[in-house]
Structure formats: C-alpha cells, structure tokens
C-alpha cells in the first residue's frame, strides 16, 4: 500500500497558481496517482489522473518525475470557490484484486481574496 | 461520467437504533465497493471493503457486527450501522470500482447524527 504524505495545509491568494506535492516513496510499478477535491460535507471529486510525466486537463495539471516517488498537481489561477481539501490517491486501476485505497492526511487549501 | 449514488445523504436516529446506508453504481457495474468514514476535519478512514457475492473485509479496529456491509448485486452495497450511539456519528462515504476499467469512483456521503 503506498502511503502518500502532503503538506497538511496551504494558503493562497485568488489568481495564483497553486502547486500541491504529494510524496508516494513506495509507489509500486502498476499504481496510478489521482487527486481528488473534497468540500465540506460532499464526497471527493476527481481531478486528474496520471502514471508518469505530465497530464493537463481543463482543471489541472499533474507533473509526475521520472521515479514516480512524487507527484505534485498545478492549479492555475485559483479563485475562492477553489478553498477545499486536496487528495492525493495512488493505486492501480485494477479490475479485481484486494488492493485498499488508503488517503493521507491530505492538504486544506485556503484561498484568500 | 460515471455516478455513484448515495442514499440517504442525511440521517438523523435515536440512540439504539440502526440505520442503513446505500451506495450504488448509476452506470457501470462494481466488483468491489468501499467504505469510509470522515469525522470533522479529518481524512477519510477506511473502514472495509466489501466484494459482490462475498463477506467484507474490514479494517483493524472496525467492529463488522456493528457496521454490517452487504454487497448482493454488481451495482449496490449497504452499510448498517447497528445499535447506532452517538459515537457512532460521522460522514460515511463509499467508494464502487469500475469493473471493466478498474477507476474508482465516489459517492457523495451520507452524514449520519445519532441523538
């Protein structure tokens, strides 16, 4: 099970560029990483999903080093509405398996007008 | 994309009581579904992960008679929570995977309040 490490909390100002960096040391060769968006009292929402490299979406960016270990996820241009809890995810897309998806502590990010 | 559903998204019970939660997958079908528990400002806990047509497996510390899991069909599985005490109040969330492609999709929550 890969355990993920984030910086627990982060501030920012609205019209910023955020970048987020998870930690996933022991990342096995098959897991993919995948950031979800929680607000209060909703579940996560997915963000962006990727194995290695760099993959953008209307959202998000997500840049993956070479050794996997880490990965960090780029928002461009926050606004307010952007204040929630970021998660970091890694595991396989497998289709059966006993594989637990396991969350970290995540990072509460704030963004102040 | 795809959804998954759950009901009810807010329960309030008496102590004693037992309440059941559903999580169901709208579009695909979920070999394994799992469950989560978030108290305020915390992370989500994994409580247990339950396969369709088999018993959960849960998590150390989880009691499996008290948060009962039932996964009978591809596309659902509940959770109750039996003899619910206040303790027991949290936001529950359940996650389905993707049986043809393997993605793991969210529920939106359910808070449960146990008074």
């Known amino acids: 099970l890969a355990k993920t490490t984030q910086p627990i909390s982060m501030d920012s100002y609205e019209g910023q560029e955020v970048n987020i960096t998870c930690s996933h040391n022991?990342?096995?060769?098959?897991?993919?990483i995948t950031w979800y968006q929680q607000f209060p009292s909703q579940g996560p929402r997915f963000i962006i999903q990727?194995?290695?490299t760099k993959v953008t979406n209307e959202v998000a960016s997500l840049f993956i080093p070479a050794d996997r270990k880490s990965s960090t996820l780029s928002l461009p241009r926050v606004s307010l509405s952007d204040t929630a809890v970021y998660y970091c995810?890694?595991?396989?897309?497998?289709?059966?398996?006993?594989?637990?998806?396991?969350f970290g502590t995540g990072t509460r990010l704030k963004v102040l007008a | 994309g795809a959804v998954v559903s759950q009901h009810p998204s807010r329960v309030i019970c008496k102590s004693g009581t037992s309440v059941k939660i559903e999580c169901r997958s709208l579009?695909?079908?979920?070999?394994?579904m799992f469950w989560y528990r978030q108290f305020p400002k915390q992370s989500l806990m994994l409580m247990a992960t339950?396969?369709?047509?088999?018993?959960?497996?849960?998590e150390q510390g989880v009691e499996k008679d008290k948060f009962l899991i039932n996964h009978a069909s591809l596309t659902l599985s509940t959770l109750t929570v039996t003899s619910a005490h206040p303790e027991d109040s949290s936001f529950y969330i359940c996650?389905?995977?993707?049986?043809?492609?393997?993605?793991?999709?969210f529920g939106e929550g359910s808070r449960l309040t146990v008074l």
């Open positions: 579009d695909f079908q979920a070999t394994t």
């Open positions: 995810l890694v595991g396989p897309k497998s289709t059966s398996g006993t594989y637990k998806y396991i």
């Open positions: 996650s389905a995977r993707d049986r043809g492609t393997g993605e793991l999709f």
């Open positions: 339950s396969n369709e047509g088999s018993k959960a497996t849960y």
């Open positions: 990727g194995y290695k």
């Open positions: 022991n990342i096995a060769t098959n897991d993919y």
